[in-house]
């Protein structure tokens, strides 16, 4: 007892008189107070919410330039497809691919080894006679701006271009606008239907396919400085498909995906729509003196 005792005043001695080396010091924790911090935390979600809220409706009021409000899930575009003939187009499809490796493309291939003055001049002939379809097909849509511009550039390209093989018109400046029976009816508010695979064309539309077989019965009805028919039609035909393909990057299959026929489906029906509602606006807006929609 008494060496406890004489231990325990020389222990306070020494704290007393300063020789421990640390500080000391005692450590409390926070007063627990649930109700504070759960008023607290509401608050701060409060403000938070409040200044999202702020800043939706200062964007929504005024949106940055170039870029529209956000579509509602109604004007959101749907995501699928008409196809009911969809067996009977994925067998065209997967005819067609075959075609066009075993045939088409080699051709198509061999013709661009020719020299590109010849396929230049081959292009722009082709390109040419397609003037009096939209010259035609402009005149129905009542465009009459973009009708005399390419009838302008059919006379001027088939004297000065020596019938069409050079595009004088597009140096002068009177560039092409092309269009068909397809967007005639889109002009007049037909839809496009269903998809359609076109043999040895792809893919099309209903609307569009039926567009197609107007053109071509225009071209062989008036059949201009006899290139439609008999012999003539018979080289000439075959001569623009294999044009046409030669200048499309196009490859079927070249991703490997299985899933091809979708995406391309998808992609052209996508397209077709876009130019479509292009088209609309354009006649909508009333300003004949704008430029022509991409691709019409």
């Not at 691919?97 to 045939?103: G, I, P, S």
């Not at 007049?188 to 569009?208: A, C, E, H, K, N």
């Not at 008999?230 to 035909?237: E, F, I, P, S």
Request: charged share 20%; proline share 6%.
């Amino acid at each position: 007892m008494r060496r406890a005792g004489v231990l325990a005043l020389l222990g306070a001695a020494l704290l007393a008189g300063g020789c421990a080396t640390g500080g000391f010091s005692v450590r409390t924790l926070p007063a627990e107070t649930p109700a504070a911090d759960n008023a607290a935390a509401i608050r701060k979600l409060q403000a938070l919410q409040a200044e999202v809220a702020a800043a939706g409706e200062r964007a929504t009021l005024a949106p940055p330039a170039g870029i529209g409000p956000p579509l509602t899930a109604e004007e959101a575009p749907s995501m699928g497809t008409y196809d009911p003939w969809e067996r009977t187009n994925r067998f065209t499809y997967r005819f067609n691919a075959r075609f066009d490796e075993a045939l088409l493309l080699p051709v198509a291939d061999r013709y661009r080894r020719l020299p590109r003055p010849l396929r230049t001049g081959v292009r722009n002939f082709f390109s040419n006679l397609s003037e009096v379809v939209s010259v035609i097909n402009y005149t129905a849509q009542l465009r009459a701006a973009p009708g005399v511009r390419c009838l302008g550039r059919f006379v001027i390209n088939s004297t000065l271009g020596l019938g069409g093989l050079f595009d004088v018109a597009t140096g002068m400046h009177v560039t092409q606008a092309r269009t068909g029976f397809g967007n005639t009816l889109a002009r007049w508010g037909m839809q496009p239907g269903p998809y359609f695979v076109i043999p040895l064309l792809g893919p099309s539309t209903l609307r569009d396919g039926f567009g197609w077989a107007a053109d071509f019965g225009t071209n062989y009805l008036i059949n201009l400085a006899d290139l439609y028919r008999g012999t003539a039609g018979w080289v000439l035909t075959p001569l623009n498909g294999v044009d046409i393909r030669a200048n499309a990057s196009f490859r079927y299959y070249s991703t490997g995906s299985p899933f091809e026929y979708d995406a391309v489906r998808f992609l052209f029906v996508r397209k077709t729509l876009i130019e479509d509602e292009a088209l609309r606006l354009w006649h909508r807006s009333g300003k004949r003196g704008a430029q022509t929609p991409a691709g019409q």
